[in-house]
């Protein structure tokens, strides 16, 4: 028998748009890109992270003002409710994910474990 396991990925990643974990973060995520400040704000914050990222990936450090700067924004960010309501919902869909994640590469570690 084969075993197509994308169709299995496909049909979890339908059956994962179903799951209160998904649905919390969509709804999230909705009311913020509903919001014009609250938006405008967020794709900030995201172009910060990847500014940061970036910067980790090259072993730079940030100038004073630059941080300054980002710590002004990360202040906003945590006055804002329907921002910090995405990013708790998206903290349980993360969650969700490392579960499933566990689940599917259970038997490498497993094979692992073993050699110990």
Do not use: C, R
């Not at 072993?59 to 924004?73: H, L």
């Amino acid at each position: 028998m084969t075993v197509n396991i994308y169709d299995n990925a496909n049909e979890m990643a339908k059956v994962l748009t179903e799951t209160q974990q998904y649905i919390a973060w969509q709804n999230a995520f909705s009311d913020v890109q509903e919001d014009a400040t609250s938006k405008e704000l967020f794709g900030e914050f995201q172009q910060i992270q990847h500014a940061v990222q970036q910067m980790m990936q090259t072993q730079q450090q940030p100038d004073p003002e630059k941080e300054k700067e980002w710590d002004a924004v990360a202040a906003k960010v945590q006055n804002d409710d329907k921002i910090k309501a995405l990013m708790n919902a998206e903290q349980a869909l993360n969650t969700l994910l490392t579960e499933i994640n566990d689940i599917v590469t259970k038997p490498v570690a497993e094979a692992y474990a073993k050699l110990n």
